[in-house]
């Protein structure tokens, strides 16, 4: 992370000279005067020399606190919208609660797509086919039919899967090794990379060290490449966010040489099959609905990086969530309690599924297990001003209050995720990480009996919990990833000691809440004999 650290110094320098025009822009719009003079702004001092330039400097690494403020002063106590500085898209506004619904209007109204695509930046790291991510009906119904519903099909390949990811890359190495530190997000990329393969591609893909490696380290480079480039003005992309995309191009032209020949057997095996006894896993899904939208979407190279792109967004929001879990418990005052109490529940469960948690019906049943991943979605969420959309073409967009002109066109909105989050209103002392928060209710006779059908969980998406999105846009894959880190996390606390090494901190870039890859953790195996005769094959660390 040295490298990318310097990078984004590198970035800040060039951009003070070039940020000028760009950061100033709304301001100089008259056409829109009479909006941005009604809208109140937060983190602009008008005290300054060109004001809107220093404060959308300072947006790189200070959008948190500006954020909190605005919430506070605008969103909360006078139910109004605020505007913010942005390095990159000049100003965000961002909206009240009571707005939330905007994000879900009409595409004729609200653009979801092109707002979200900043956050992969696909123009400059999609290798040449930046349409695929431009228009994804086609990987996102993928996600929509066969994700959402067959979800419980995957639990016993990807049980095993965690289970000997798990032990290749946390160890033991030796009979001998006790305690070993390895870095948290390097080890669970690698752990959630190869139980997500084998649902998309199988057996015996899902474990080529050379696949996982370059497919995970795309989507590294993929989202914090992007992070950069976002940073950027639209006038430095073209040379710079072409340099800072390099990583991710080498790494997809390394997994595509792995997909594509993959890919071009499965369609010849189709083709031959008539169909038939196909394998059930995400790249059949792809094959097959492409098939239905023309030949033009059957090109081997087009299904590979299709697959690719539902790699990296599963890998990398995954990974994000049970990173933090891990890091949440364990750094945690409380940290015993809540681990005595997650083990005695996935004991209690495991024993009555065949020692693990191969049954979705198993995993459901994790109740604590799934307050824990929702108490760290919520305190560690992926961003600070979220849910990004940006007003359509035409007249602009009227937010209904009274005094305030319609939003111009092209303007970017959001909805403050992390002060909603961390609201006094919205939950009990919400800067304390409280793993049984959702769960502690349910923990007697009576409440037993309500816990399936009233706990809130780790999937259910609200006003006040909103990591997953919101409305007709919260993510289709979210029911995927909740089970795949609820397993994950069962097979942890069962079967591993876990100690962090130093206090973990999260930094940001814009309105990103950056990933914890500088975190490492000391960790060591309970009963080394639960992985006797285990053939876990291996990673080279």
Known sequence: MSDTHQLLAAVAIVAIVLLLNKAQESRRDSRHGAFWTAIPQVGVSSGRLLPWVHASLCSLYSSAETTAAGYEMFCKKQDKPFAMAHAAAGAIIVLPPSRLPVISLSDDKILALAAQNDTLQPRWTGGGRAHLYQHPVLHFDVVRKHMMRDVSDFAAATDEELRMALRSCWGPRS???????????????????????????????CRDETLLEQSRSYANAVYIGAGLITALPGFMRPIAGSLVALAAKRYLTGSMKILVPFVEERLRLWHDGGGKDMPNDALQWMIERCSKAGPGEMAPECIAQRLLILNLVSIYTTTY??????????????????????????????????????????VKRLYRVDSLVRESLRVSA???????RIVAPGEGLDLGFDGLPSVPAGTRLGIP?????MDTANYHDPMRFDAFRFSREFENCEGITRQATEQKLSVDVSETFLTYGFGKHACPGRWFASQIIKQAVAHMVQEYDVECVGKPEKKTLLNMVMPPMNNKVRIRLRDRSYYDGMNVGSFNL
């Open 417 to 421: 995720l992390r002060p909603i989050h």
């Open 382 to 388: 992926f961003g600070i001003v979220a849910l990004p």
């Open 175 to 205: 009979p001998n090794e006790d305690w070993r530190t390895v870095d948290v997000w390097d080890t669970c990329s690698r752990i959630i990379s190869r139980a997500a393969n084998r649902c998309f591609v199988g057996l015996p893909l």
């Open 321 to 362: 969530a049970f990173s933090n879990c891990m890091l949440d418990l364990y750094s945690s005052p409380e940290r015993d309690e809540f681990v005595a109490g997650l083990r005695a529940e996935c004991t209690q469960i495991a024993g009555e599924s065949q020692g693990g948690f191969p049954k979705a019906d198993a």
